[in-house]
Every structure is written in structure tokens, then in C-alpha cells.
């Protein structure tokens, strides 16, 4: 009863939404109604709410175990807690295509609320959303329904979700994802109706400045939560593998970076006006593209959700729809929108502009890389498989002559040139110096692999310029822009740390009897499986490893453990990790061989605190961008 | 002792092809350290995606075995690729060769790099 | 010039969209229809009967099943090869990872298809040709392998696959 409810609403949520375009259809041929337009404005938020009501409900039913419904059942188990009865929601196609749309319309109704009455673009963002909206919400009511009833009676317990997903990280993992992923419908929106109302010298990226920010945010931590659970869980010591699912994540994250840097070219400067409006678009287009590619099982993944040709073909249809309306509006306007102005070489526009074709390459590359095996299976049958060997090669110089334009562009001035001799002074010290830490790593490390310096270089690169900037900066007592500053660093750092991991991380298969140690290298010097323990815990069942390894003179104890699930028979491997700033000490249990010994699986990985730490300071630095003006 | 081994063989069970398990014991740490390269750059023939270093199956136990035994061997990391490929496919290299239409795919951003930047200097647009 | 750009901006993404709209309505599943003939890899293993194996059983058009005690699928794929062993096809088995005798009793007491199974415990031949699982079937001619089909045997993936492979290897021969 309380299903049909939930049901109920969100159905009249389509029809509220339908009536928001209908009268604005009926309205738009005649002008001036206002009353039209604060029905119109009502009727949205009330649609908004019913969806947030419908999903609230959705919640209800989650964690009273209403297993009648066909999602809830096949997903959600009586005996998990309460938190993972909730995630549970999003652990599948039609539970996390609710979330999306939940989001969505939390985004939209944030923002349209936010512009005021007057704003000459409000009706037209609120009636873009309304069309996506509804557009995404007819796709799950009609073809992926969460409300589905078992009839006559449904079930009496719920299936066990996979003991995988029951993680609190991998939990959260969606919703900031999707928060990011779904954010960019705003500059997407915004973007079409200012392209729509024809007015192009009105200042738009005013508007949706801080809105992308956030969105940024979302979308960065989401990705790193994925990655930061990928390699505490998943056992490899991966925590980036060029899956399909994880590139169309990456995809809109580069565009959105491209969007934010050259919002800063258009509204300072009023050029690059037109590429700034073509990522705003693209950001969401890379999305919705995303959300197509993890739906339709049309590329083989193990994050890919569903197999259905009729939902990919309708959310292809859809996004196909909804983006040509974006970019056939766009393309009209294009001739209108040449600035007078061109750019100065070697100005800071200059370095936003190539900044840009940077990004854009990047996209590609990995668009490429997605669609090629397609491409070339639907020639010619052959089956091609692209990973990291291709991502790394192509990312390399990629990265390298990134790090150089921004090592650049930290000296440059707006809509001035560099003069020779600045330039020469801006940037032969940084290489210098970057390259004198580089022989010493490699003195020190005695490790050589092309690519990996490349990235090391291109990390140092960023990370000196900008120190050195910043010592001018306190030497002539200058400006320099702070949020900037942080987030660059966590972006060279980024380079560096990925790649003196890649060189440095070693891995070690170990096989003893319990009891036994073994020496392992000058700096692991003994490893010792000090007992085997078998414990029973409520829905599984353990074999745990105690195990203590005697590293540079540390003494550290590792509990690695194999567990065994009662529900579906599955089997998975808990690492333990002991984590400091330079390195993680991380341990797998195997299997146990014929003769009763164990095996092992010893990992010494890298930087990988330094990773995830910058991360943390590119997002700090757009958060201290942000609330840059407030603070003055 | 009993107890533990009865457990743990149910482990086994699941994880059976037992003729499969093999340590891997390597004569220095270069030869360590191509066959971990090596085994997250193979794909795994019977998984949905990902390499046979973060594939248990039997099939990825079996290429794992074998790639460790043409280490020991001698064989090239070329020549250890053109053997796993020969028996399941190109596609289980998670580098594409470097031949014929997949030209397109490791030339193609540079020269879309190259495109890009060509039109934006024209166009006085950098 | 810009017109050159605007109708780029809708062209490309539009081939985009049509590309990967008709990859989702193209059937995929029957794409390794085509395979490069490569030669039957070499083996020294003996019959399921510890008996020596001729190579010339290859000779002549021949189905290599792939399976074992243990393989659940198998046991639904048996009886079209029972029906297929009952037509003019050389049916051989290639026991996968399995022990001899519960091989022997499976056969026993399923029914025994195959003219001889090869006895591959270790999967040795198997990996050499490629195989990921059971229940595989290759097909064979000449001693080259020119067919393969993963999962279990049925009228449909024989007709779809195998059917023409044969048919392209009769008109070869004449």
C-alpha cells in the first residue's frame, strides 16, 4: 500500500512536470503573462518535492524490509543494518537511477529557486530541467520501475547484497558521484536557455560560477572515493584501472575542468567565449553519455549495471535528444558569439585557450579508447582490448606538455604577451631544478622507466614553478591567487605521486606453514605467520592470518583475513594495510596449498597517501576560490 | 588443526584447480617485477573485464602459472605476450598492437592534438 | 569558417550517436564466426582408456567437446552430442581437469558420446587452445582447428556457426 503511494507520486510527478511544458507551450506565443509564469514556477517545485517525497518514502520501505517490492527484495536483506539497507537502495539500475534522478531535481530545484523571478532566464533553465527531468523519469517508471511488486505476496527475506558492496566508503561512493555527475545539468541548462533568449551580452558565467565549483567537488571526491575503495578493498593494490565505467566518470571531470578554467577567460577577458559555453554543454552531454554506457551493458565492465537493449536504446535516444537541443541551439548562435577581440600569444588567455585544446585531447583520447575496440569489431570482427598500456603511453606526453603550459602560464599576464627575457627567467629555473630532484630520485631510487619520469618531471615541474612563484610573491610582497596556488600543487602532486608509485611499488608471493618466518629483502627482514585463526561471525564465516613483519627495524602486525558468505557462497579477501605517509605495507591472504601452507600476497605501495592527499588539496583549493570574494 | 583444515577446505573447493597453485620464486627482483608488470597488462580470457592479476579463475591461474614459467625460461616480454595471444586472442593483450588499423588509435590524439592547435593559431585563437 | 564549425558540432557527436546506436541493435553474441585456421597444438596425452592417441583421428572433419564430471552445463549440452555422435560427425571429448575415474563414471553413466576422449588433467592441450572453461567445442579438419565455440552445444550455435564453416570447408575441398 505504502509502495503504491511512492508509485502514485512519482507518476504525479511526471503529470505536474508534463502540465509545467504544457502551459509554457500554450504561453509562449504570447508574452507577458505572469501569472502563467509563478503557476509554472509552483507547480516545478511541487513536482520536486513529490519526487523527493516518493524517494523518502522509497526509504521507508527499504528499512522496514518491505520485500514485496521486487527491487527491495533482490537487493536488501532483514539481517543487514540499517545503513546498508539504505545504500542497498542504490546498489542496482533502478535503485541507483532513482538516486540520480533524485538528485537532479534537488539540483534544479535549488537553482531555479535561487535565480530571482526576474531573471530573464529562469523560465527558460526551469522548463530545460523540467524536459530532462521528466525526460529521466518516464525512463525509470516505464522501464526500469523500482516499484515493482513480487505478487501475490512477495518474499519472506531478501536475497543477500553482494558482501562486496556492505563497505561504508563504497556506499557513499555513488551519491557524491552522482551529485557531481548530475551538478553540470545546471550549466548545461542554464547555458541552452541563454543561447535561447538570444541575449549573448548578458554575463552568464556570473551565475553558474560557484554552482560548477561545487559540482567540481562532488564529481572529484566521488571519483576518489571509488578509487581510495577500489584499492583498500578490491585486494590488488590497484586504484585506477581504465575500466570503461571509471573513463566516462573521468570524461565530464575533465571537461568540467576545462569549463572552470575557461569560465575565468570569458567572463575576465570576453574571449573564448564560445568554447566556454561548448564545455558547459559538454560536461552534462559526457554524463549523459556516461550514464548510457554503464546502463546498456553495451561495453563489457564489471561496474556495468544493467544488459538491456531497450533501456540503452531509449536513455541513447534521450541523451541523444536533450544534447542536440544544447548544441543545435549553440550551433545557431555561433556566428554571433566571434568576439572582437583575438587572443595575445603568450598571454594568460592564451594558456586558458590551450589549456583547453589540452583537455579536450585528453577527452578524446579516452572517448577513443572506449569506442575504438567497437569501431573495430563492427569492421572486421577483430576483438582489440585497450588498458593502461595504451592510457599511460598516450597520457604521458599529455601530462608532460600540460605541466609545461602551466608552468608557463603562472608568469603570464592577462591579455599581454611574455617578453623573451621574462619567459626565459619564469621557466629556466623550473627546469632546471626539476630536473636536478629527478637525477636525484633516480640516484637514489636506481629505478628507470620512461614514462613514470615523465610524469615525475611533469609533477615537479608544476609543484617548482609554483613554489617559486609563490616565494616571489612574499619577496615583492604580490598578489598571488591562493586557491590557485593549493590546487595546482594537488595537482602536480598528483603527477608525481602516481607515477613514483608506479616505479617504486613491488609486490612479493610469500608461502609458509603457520608458525614459520621467512626473510624477505634488506628491508622486509623477517615475515612471520604467527597463527591461523577460523572465526564465525554472524553471516559469514573467517579464516584470519596473524601476521607480523619486522620492517627497517619496525615491528608491524597485519591481520589479513578470507571470509566466507553463508547467503550466496561468496568468497572475499580483507587486506590488511599498514598505511605511513611514504609507504603502505599491504597483505593478502591466498590460498592454502596441499601441503598446508598458506600463501601470500606482501605489497609495498608507494605514495599512496600522498594520492589521495592530492586530491584533497585540489578540492581545498577550489573550496578557498570560492569563498575567496566572501572573505574580502 | 583438523577443524582449521576442514575449513579451509572449503575454501579450496571453491578456489579448486588446485594443479594451478604454484609459488612463484624468482632467480632476482627484475624477473619479479616483469611478471607482476606482465600479468596486470594480460587480460583475463574468461572475466568480464580486468587482468589476470586481479582475476582468481582457473583459466587466469593458468595463464599466471605459465607466464611465470617463460620468465624463468627466458623469454622476452614480447615473446611471453605473442605466446598468451596465440592460444586466446589479441584481445587479451591490454596493449594493442602497434600495426595496421590501430594506427588510428595511438596516432590519433596527437593528431588531433596537432588539429586543434593548427586551427586555433589560424584563427588567432591562441 | 564558422559554418565549417557549426555543422561539425552536430555532425560528429551525431555520428557518435548513430554509431553506438547501431552497435546496440546489432547482435554481437555470434561475432567470432570467423577464425583464422591455426594448427592443433601438440600434446603427448593419452585416451581417457590410457590408450595412445592417433593424430590422423584428425584428419577428417571432427568436433573436440570439451568437458567434464565436474561441469554442470556439460550434462545439458550431452544430449545433442549424443544426437550429433549419431550422424556422420567424429566425435571426440577432451576431459578437462578432471580425474580418470570420475570421468569413467560419468560416461558410464551418462552415455559415452565420443569416439575417444583425450585425458587432459592438467588442461595442458586445453590452454594451448585457447580454452576458458567447460563446456567448449572446437571444430576440426585436417588437423587444423577451424571453428570454436564457447558454452554449451546447441541446434542453434551449431547451425549459426558451425554449419557454414563446414559448408566453406567442402567447397574449399573440391
Redesign the interface.
Known amino acids: 500500500m505504502i509502495g503504491e503511494i511512492a508509485h502514485f507520486l512519482s507518476i504525479a510527478s511526471v503529470m505536474i512536470l508534463t502540465l509545467v511544458l504544457i502551459i509554457n507551450i500554450i504561453f509562449s506565443f504570447s508574452s507577458g503573462h505572469s501569472n502563467q509564469l509563478i503557476l509554472s514556477y509552483k507547480l516545478f517545485n511541487q513536482a520536486c518535492f513529490l519526487i523527493f517525497l516518493s524517494f523518502g518514502i522509497y526509504i521507508y520501505l527499504a528499512i522496514t524490509d518491505d520485500f514485496s517490492i521486487s527491487y527491495i527484495a533482490n537487493h536488501s536483506n532483514s539481517q543487514l543494518p540499517i545503513f546498508y539497507k539504505i545504500t542497498s537502495i542504490w546498489s542496482a539500475h533502478e535503485g541507483s537511477m532513482f538516486l540520480w534522478i533524485v538528485f537532479l531535481t534537488l539540483w534544479s530545484i535549488l537553482f531555479v529557486n535561487y535565480l530571482s523571478f526576474e531573471h530573464p532566464l529562469k523560465k527558460g533553465t526551469m522548463l530545460m530541467l523540467t524536459l530532462i527531468i521528466l525526460g529521466f523519469l518516464l525512463f525509470l517508471l516505464v522501464t526500469s520501475n523500482p516499484f515493482e511488486r513480487i505478487l501475490p505476496f512477495g518474499v519472506i527475506e531478501g536475497a543477500d547484497i553482494n558482501p562486496v558492496l556492505q563497505d561504508p566508503a563504497l556506499a557513499i561512493h555513488p551519491p557524491l558521484l552522482y551529485l557531481g555527475y548530475v551538478g553540470f545539468v545546471i550549466s548545461f541548462s542554464f547555458i541552452t536557455a541563454y543561447l535561447f533568449s538570444g541575449n549573448l551580452s548578458y554575463p552568464w558565467e556570473k551565475d553558474i560560477k560557484n554552482w560548477s565549483f561545487v559540482a567540481w567537488i562532488f564529481l572529484t571526491v566521488g571519483i576518489t572515493l571509488g578509487s581510495w575503495w577500489a584499492y583498500y578493498e578490491l585486494g590488488w593494490g590497484g586504484y585506477w584501472f581504465w575500466d570503461p565505467v571509471e573513463n566516462v566518470a573521468l570524461m565530464p571531470w575533465l571537461a568540467a575542468t576545462a569549463f572552470m578554467h575557461s569560465l575565468f577567460a570569458s567572463s575576465k577577458s570576453n574571449v573564448l567565449k564560445a568554447w566556454t559555453l561548448f564545455l558547459g554543454i559538454l560536461i552534462f552531454a559526457l554524463s549523459l553519455f556516461g550514464a548510457f554506457i554503464v546502463r546498456s551493458g553495451i561495453i563489457d565492465s564489471v561496474h556495468s549495471f544493467a544488459n538491456d537493449p531497450q533501456r540503452g536504446l531509449y536513455l541513447l535516444g534521450f541523451s541523444g535528444f536533450i544534447t542536440f537541443i544544447s548544441l543545435g541551439i549553440f550551433a545557431y548562435r555561433l556566428p554571433s558569439m566571434q568576439s572582437s577581440k583575438l587572443i595575445v600569444t603568450g598571454s594568460k588567455e592564451s594558456f586558458l585557450s590551450m589549456n583547453n585544446i589540452l583537455m579536450l585531447t585528453a577527452i578524446f583520447s579516452i572517448f577513443l579508447g572506449v569506442t575504438y575496440p567497437l569501431i573495430l569489431e563492427s569492421l572486421n570482427g577483430e576483438k582489440v582490448s585497450i588498458g593502461s598500456p595504451y592510457y599511460n603511453t598516450i597520457f604521458s606526453p599529455l601530462i608532460l606538455l600540460t605541466s609545461i603550459f602551466i608552468m608557463i602560464s603562472v608568469e603570464a599576464l592577462w591579455q599581454r604577451g611574455m617578453q623573451a627575457k621574462t619567459l626565459f627567467f619564469a621557466v629556466a629555473p623550473t627546469f632546471l631544478l626539476a630536473a636536478l630532484a629527478l637525477y636525484l630520485i633516480w640516484y637514489f631510487v636506481e629505478i628507470f622507466s620512461l614514462l613514470a619520469y615523465v610524469g615525475i618531471y611533469s609533477g615537479l615541474l608544476i609543484i617548482i614553478s609554483y613554489f617559486l612563484k609563490a616565494a616571489l610573491t612574499i619577496k615583492n610582497n604580490s598578489y598571488l591567487n591562493k586557491g590557485s596556488f593549493v590546487a595546482h600543487i594537488g595537482l602536480g602532486l598528483l603527477f608525481f605521486s602516481v607515477s613514483m608509485n608506479s616505479i617504486l611499488s613491488y609486490q612479493k608471493n610469500i608461502n609458509l606453514f603457520p608458525g614459520d618466518q621467512q626473510f624477505i629483502n634488506e628491508s622486509i627482514e623477517e615475515f612471520n605467520f604467527l597463527d591461523l585463526q577460523n572465526i564465525k561471525a554472524s553471516n559469514h564465516d573467517i579464516v584470519l592470518a596473524k601476521i607480523l613483519i619486522l620492517q627497517n627495524g619496525n615491528s608491524i602486525y597485519l591481520n589479513p583475513e578470507k571470509r566466507k558468505y553463508f547467503a550466496r557462497g561468496q568468497i572475499t579477501s580483507e587486506t590488511a594495510i599498514h598505511a605511513t605517509p611514504l609507504k603502505d605495507t599491504y597483505l593478502t591472504i591466498g590460498d592454502q596449498l596441499e601441503n598446508g601452507s598458506w600463501t601470500f600476497s606482501l605489497q609495498i605501495n608507494y605514495f599512496v597517501k600522498w594520492i589521495w592527499f592530492s586530491s584533497a588539496l585540489m578540492v581545498l583549493g577550489i573550496l578557498m576560490t570560492i569563498f575567496k570574494k566572501k572573505i574580502r | 588443526m583438523k577443524a582449521s583444515i576442514l575449513v579451509c577446505c572449503a575454501f579450496l573447493i571453491a578456489s579448486s584447480m588446485v594443479f594451478s597453485d604454484v609459488v612463484y620464486k624468482f632467480e632476482n627482483t627484475i624477473q619479479e617485477k616483469r611478471f607482476y608488470s606482465l600479468i596486470s597488462e594480460i587480460r583475463c580470457p574468461k572475466c568480464t573485464s580486468g587482468s589476470i592479476a586481479s582475476s582468481d579463475v582457473p583459466v587466469s591461474r593458468d595463464l599466471k602459472r605459465r607466464v611465470y614459467e617463460q620468465i624463468l625460461s627466458g623469454s622476452s616480454d614480447q615473446e611471453i605476450k605473442d605466446y598468451v595471444t596465440e592460444r586466446f586472442g589479441a584481445s587479451s593483450d591490454y596493449k594493442p598492437a602497434f600495426e595496421g588499423a590501430n594506427y588510428f588509435l595511438w596516432f590519433g590524439p596527437f593528431i588531433f592534438l596537432g588539429l586543434l592547435m593548427l586551427i586555433f593559431l589560424l584563427s588567432r585563437r591562441l | 569558417?564558422?559554418?565549417i564549425?557549426?555543422?561539425l558540432?552536430?555532425l560528429l557527436?551525431?555520428l557518435?550517436?548513430i554509431?553506438?546506436?547501431?552497435?546496440?541493435?546489432?547482435d554481437?553474441s555470434d561475432?567470432?564466426?570467423?577464425m583464422q585456421p591455426?594448427n592443433l597444438p601438440q600434446f603427448e596425452l593419452l585416451d581417457l582408456n590410457n590408450q595412445e592417441i592417433d593424430i590422423a583421428a584428425f584428419d577428417e572433419l571432427s568436433l573436440l567437446n570439451v568437458w567434464a564430471s565436474w561441469c554442470i552445463t556439460c550434462l545439458v549440452e550431452h544430449p545433442y552430442l549424443t544426437q550429433l555422435s549419431e550422424k556422420e560427425i567424429n566425435l571426440i571429448g577432451l576431459n578437462y581437469?578432471d580425474s580418470q575415474e570420475n570421468a569413467l563414471k560419468w560416461l558410464g553413466k551418462r552415455g559415452n558420446p565420443y569416439t575417444f576422449s583425450i585425458f587432459d588433467?592438467?588442461?595442458d592441450l586445453a590452454?594451448?587452445?585457447?580454452?576458458?572453461?567447460a563446456p567448449e567445442t572446437f571444430l576440426i579438419l585436417n588437423q587444423q582447428v577451424i571453428g570454436h565455440i564457447q558454452g554449451e552445444l546447441n541446434q542453434e550455435k551449431w547451425q549459426s556457426t558451425f554449419v557454414p564453416l563446414i559448408q566453406a570447408a567442402k567447397e574449399a575441398s573440391k
Open positions: 569558417m564558422s559554418s564549425y557549426r555543422f558540432i552536430i557527436p551525431l557518435v550517436f554509431f553506438y546506436g547501431k552497435v546496440l541493435l546489432t554481437r561475432s567470432s564466426n570467423y591455426k581437469k588433467p592438467r588442461g590452454f594451448d587452445l585457447g580454452v576458458t572453461g
